[in-house]
Every structure is written in C-alpha cells, then in structure tokens.
C-alpha cells in the first residue's frame, strides 16, 4: 500500500493551497481515504475524510467551510484544497486509507507534506 502526499508549501495568511493523495497498490475505489495533520509540538488530529464514492465527506470543526475534500478514482487521487489559511493549519499533512464505522478510522499511513502559513 502506497500513499503519497504532495503539494505543500508556504502560503500566507488568507491564501490556499491544494494538496493530492496519490495512490497505489490497493484498490483505491473501495476505501475511504483521509486526511490528519500534525503541528509542531501537537498529536495529529483528524482534518477530513471521504467516502469510497466520493458521496459524503466529513470535515473536523475548525476547517469545516475552509477546506474541501473530493477524489478521482480514476486518477485514484484525492485532494484536499486549503482556502482562508491561517498560521495554525501549520502543519505536515498526511493521507491514508480507512472505513468509516461511523467515526473515520485509518488503516495505513503515507509519506506527508508540510504546509507552512505565514502570519
């Protein structure tokens, strides 16, 4: 199982950043795929999830309305695109593979991508 994460940076304050997961080795289609992130300092924390068909998604609270998960299954991508950043969305974000039942669990992990918003 391979995930990778790619498309971090630095961004300013109130700007975005779009983030891919790109997949391999499994069958991306039947899983649902999240996102978490870690700052400096801090335990990760769940950031979004969505489903194997990309019907619903699931966003925790201080990003919910700011960030936006979909995937291309034919691509087996999934994004996450990042708008109104703020300093504490700092972070490295990862991508994995889950279930929901009912909470998003993760299954595996891949490489992350360290994001860095500036004040």
């Known amino acids: 199982v391979q995930l990778q994460a790619s498309g971090g940076g630095l961004a300013q304050t109130g700007g975005s950043l779009r983030l891919s997961c790109v997949a391999s080795?499994?069958?991306?289609?039947?899983?649902?795929i999240g996102w978490f992130r870690q700052a400096p300092g801090k335990e990760r924390e769940f950031v979004g999830a969505i489903a194997w068909n990309g019907g619903s998604t699931y966003y925790e609270g201080s990003v919910k309305g700011r960030f936006t998960i979909s995937r291309d299954n034919s691509k087996k991508t999934v994004y996450l695109q990042m708008n109104d950043l703020k300093p504490e969305d700092t972070a490295v974000y990862y991508c994995?593979?889950?279930?929901?039942?009912?909470?998003?669990?993760?299954?595996?992990w891949g490489q992350g991508t360290l994001v860095t918003v500036s004040s």
């Open positions: 994995n593979r889950g279930y929901f039942g009912p909470d998003y669990s993760p299954l595996d």
């Open positions: 080795e499994f069958t991306f289609s039947s899983y649902a």
